[in-house]
Protein backbone atom coordinates (compact mmCIF):
# COMPACT_ATOMS: atom_id res chain seq x y z
CA UNK A 1 0.00 0.00 0.00
CA UNK A 2 1.27 3.41 -1.09
CA UNK A 3 1.77 5.78 1.34
CA UNK A 4 3.37 9.65 2.71
CA UNK A 5 5.48 9.73 5.39
CA UNK A 6 2.17 9.54 7.34
CA UNK A 7 1.29 7.71 10.54
CA UNK A 8 -0.62 4.35 10.35
CA UNK A 9 -3.71 3.13 12.86
CA UNK A 10 -4.06 -0.51 12.47
CA UNK A 11 -6.71 -2.53 13.43
CA UNK A 12 -6.60 -5.96 13.30
CA UNK A 13 -9.03 -8.55 14.96
CA UNK A 14 -8.93 -11.95 14.74
CA UNK A 15 -12.40 -13.71 13.39
CA UNK A 16 -12.56 -18.05 14.73
CA UNK A 17 -13.83 -19.54 11.84
CA UNK A 18 -14.87 -23.11 14.42
CA UNK A 19 -14.88 -23.02 17.56
CA UNK A 20 -11.69 -23.57 19.46
CA UNK A 21 -9.79 -24.43 22.61
CA UNK A 22 -8.20 -21.87 24.75
CA UNK A 23 -4.70 -23.47 23.37
CA UNK A 24 -5.73 -21.69 19.28
CA UNK A 25 -7.07 -18.59 20.68
CA UNK A 26 -4.30 -16.54 20.11
CA UNK A 27 -2.64 -19.02 16.75
CA UNK A 28 -1.96 -15.41 14.38
CA UNK A 29 0.90 -14.39 14.99
CA UNK A 30 1.05 -10.94 14.38
CA UNK A 31 2.19 -8.99 11.71
CA UNK A 32 5.51 -7.49 10.06
CA UNK A 33 5.52 -4.71 8.61
CA UNK A 34 8.29 -4.34 5.59
CA UNK A 35 8.69 -0.48 4.14
CA UNK A 36 9.58 -0.18 0.72
CA UNK A 37 13.11 -0.92 0.87
CA UNK A 38 12.74 -4.64 2.33
CA UNK A 39 13.45 -3.59 5.79
CA UNK A 40 11.02 -4.18 8.66
CA UNK A 41 9.11 -1.19 9.88
CA UNK A 42 6.87 -2.74 12.45
CA UNK A 43 6.96 -6.31 14.23
CA UNK A 44 4.28 -7.39 16.69
CA UNK A 45 3.70 -10.91 18.08
CA UNK A 46 0.74 -12.28 19.31
CA UNK A 47 -1.90 -9.54 19.27
CA UNK A 48 -5.31 -10.53 17.95
CA UNK A 49 -7.85 -7.81 17.92
CA UNK A 50 -5.33 -4.68 19.17
CA UNK A 51 -4.29 -1.90 17.74
CA UNK A 52 -0.92 -0.04 17.22
CA UNK A 53 0.39 2.89 15.14
CA UNK A 54 3.65 3.88 13.79
CA UNK A 55 5.11 6.40 12.08
CA UNK A 56 6.55 5.24 8.45
CA UNK A 57 9.88 5.75 8.13
CA UNK A 58 9.66 7.09 4.20
CA UNK A 59 7.11 7.44 1.53
CA UNK A 60 6.61 3.71 -0.62
CA UNK A 61 4.94 0.62 -0.89
CA UNK A 62 4.35 -1.27 2.19
CA UNK A 63 3.17 -4.94 2.94
CA UNK A 64 1.71 -6.66 5.55
CA UNK A 65 2.17 -10.24 6.35
CA UNK A 66 0.06 -12.21 8.81
CA UNK A 67 1.83 -15.66 9.91
CA UNK A 68 -0.72 -18.33 11.36
CA UNK A 69 1.04 -20.56 14.21
CA UNK A 70 -1.05 -23.70 13.79
CA UNK A 71 -2.36 -25.38 10.34
CA UNK A 72 -6.73 -24.55 11.37
CA UNK A 73 -7.56 -21.90 9.20
CA UNK A 74 -7.91 -18.53 10.27
CA UNK A 75 -9.59 -15.63 9.25
CA UNK A 76 -7.72 -12.07 9.57
CA UNK A 77 -9.81 -8.65 9.37
CA UNK A 78 -7.98 -5.45 9.25
CA UNK A 79 -8.39 -1.77 8.90
CA UNK A 80 -5.35 0.62 7.60
CA UNK A 81 -5.68 4.00 8.42
CA UNK A 82 -3.21 6.36 6.93
CA UNK A 83 -2.85 10.02 7.60
CA UNK A 84 -2.13 12.60 10.16
CA UNK A 85 -2.73 11.21 13.59
CA UNK A 86 -3.25 14.69 15.64
CA UNK A 87 -0.69 15.64 18.85
CA UNK A 88 -2.10 17.41 21.95
CA UNK A 89 -0.92 20.85 20.95
CA UNK A 90 -2.75 20.47 17.35
CA UNK A 91 -6.48 19.97 18.82
CA UNK A 92 -9.04 23.12 19.49
CA UNK A 93 -9.70 25.01 22.13
CA UNK A 94 -13.18 25.61 23.89
CA UNK A 95 -14.01 28.58 22.29
CA UNK A 96 -13.83 26.41 18.86
CA UNK A 97 -15.72 23.72 19.73
CA UNK A 98 -19.38 25.51 20.25
CA UNK A 99 -20.43 25.20 17.37
CA UNK A 100 -19.00 21.28 16.78
CA UNK A 101 -20.81 20.25 19.99
CA UNK A 102 -24.28 22.07 18.85
CA UNK A 103 -23.79 20.01 15.04
CA UNK A 104 -22.67 16.80 17.28
CA UNK A 105 -25.96 16.93 19.12
CA UNK A 106 -27.50 17.40 15.91
CA UNK A 107 -25.66 14.92 14.44
CA UNK A 108 -26.69 12.19 17.32
CA UNK A 109 -30.18 13.10 17.39
CA UNK A 110 -29.81 11.87 13.26
CA UNK A 111 -27.99 8.75 14.43
CA UNK A 112 -30.67 7.82 16.84
CA UNK A 113 -33.21 8.31 14.54
CA UNK A 114 -31.35 6.21 11.80
CA UNK A 115 -30.55 3.77 14.37
CA UNK A 116 -34.28 3.29 15.68
CA UNK A 117 -35.40 3.17 11.64
CA UNK A 118 -33.01 0.67 11.05
CA UNK A 119 -34.54 -1.31 14.07
CA UNK A 120 -37.99 -1.22 12.55
CA UNK A 121 -36.61 -2.09 9.09
CA UNK A 122 -34.85 -5.20 10.78
CA UNK A 123 -37.83 -6.52 12.12
CA UNK A 124 -40.20 -5.42 9.21
CA UNK A 125 -37.37 -8.00 7.15
CA UNK A 126 -37.76 -10.63 9.55
CA UNK A 127 -42.14 -10.91 9.73
CA UNK A 128 -41.48 -10.44 6.05
CA UNK A 129 -39.35 -13.10 5.26
CA UNK A 130 -41.41 -15.04 7.89
CA UNK A 131 -44.29 -14.89 5.46
CA UNK A 132 -42.35 -15.87 2.79
CA UNK A 133 -41.15 -18.84 4.11
CA UNK A 134 -44.62 -20.07 5.03
CA UNK A 135 -46.05 -18.99 1.82
CA UNK A 136 -42.93 -21.30 0.14
CA UNK A 137 -44.02 -24.04 2.36
CA UNK A 138 -47.60 -23.66 1.35
CA UNK A 139 -46.76 -23.53 -2.48
CA UNK A 140 -43.97 -26.80 -1.82
CA UNK A 141 -47.00 -28.76 -0.76
CA UNK A 142 -49.50 -27.74 -2.94
CA UNK A 143 -47.55 -28.79 -5.58
CA UNK A 144 -46.66 -32.32 -4.32
CA UNK A 145 -50.26 -32.43 -3.55
CA UNK A 146 -51.35 -31.67 -6.90
CA UNK A 147 -48.83 -34.10 -8.89
CA UNK A 148 -50.17 -37.08 -6.03
CA UNK A 149 -53.55 -36.27 -7.64
CA UNK A 150 -52.71 -35.59 -11.30
CA UNK A 151 -50.70 -39.22 -11.32
CA UNK A 152 -53.90 -41.01 -9.68
CA UNK A 153 -56.12 -39.57 -12.35
CA UNK A 154 -54.02 -40.68 -14.79
CA UNK A 155 -53.68 -43.80 -13.28
CA UNK A 156 -57.50 -44.33 -13.31
CA UNK A 157 -57.52 -42.96 -16.32
CA UNK A 158 -55.46 -45.74 -17.66
CA UNK A 159 -57.19 -48.58 -15.51
CA UNK A 160 -60.38 -47.33 -16.79
CA UNK A 161 -58.88 -47.43 -20.64
CA UNK A 162 -58.01 -51.17 -20.35
CA UNK A 163 -60.77 -52.02 -18.97
CA UNK A 164 -62.85 -50.49 -21.38
CA UNK A 165 -60.91 -52.51 -24.07
CA UNK A 166 -60.06 -55.67 -22.00
CA UNK A 167 -61.67 -58.87 -23.77
CA UNK A 168 -63.89 -59.57 -20.68
CA UNK A 169 -65.63 -56.19 -20.24
CA UNK A 170 -65.77 -56.09 -23.91
CA UNK A 171 -68.00 -59.32 -24.59
CA UNK A 172 -70.08 -58.19 -22.18
CA UNK A 173 -71.38 -55.28 -23.26
CA UNK A 174 -72.62 -56.33 -26.41
Not at 59 to 86: A, D, Q, R, W
Amino acid sequence: MPVDKDQFQITCEQLMQLPKLSLYQNSVNFVLVTAPGGNIAHELKRTPGDKFEFKAPRSGMYKFCFHNLFSTPETVSFHIHVGHIPNEHDLAKDEHLDPINVRIAELREALESVSSEQKYLKARDARHRHTNESTHKRVIFYTIGEYILLAAASGLQVVYIRRLFSKSVAYNRV
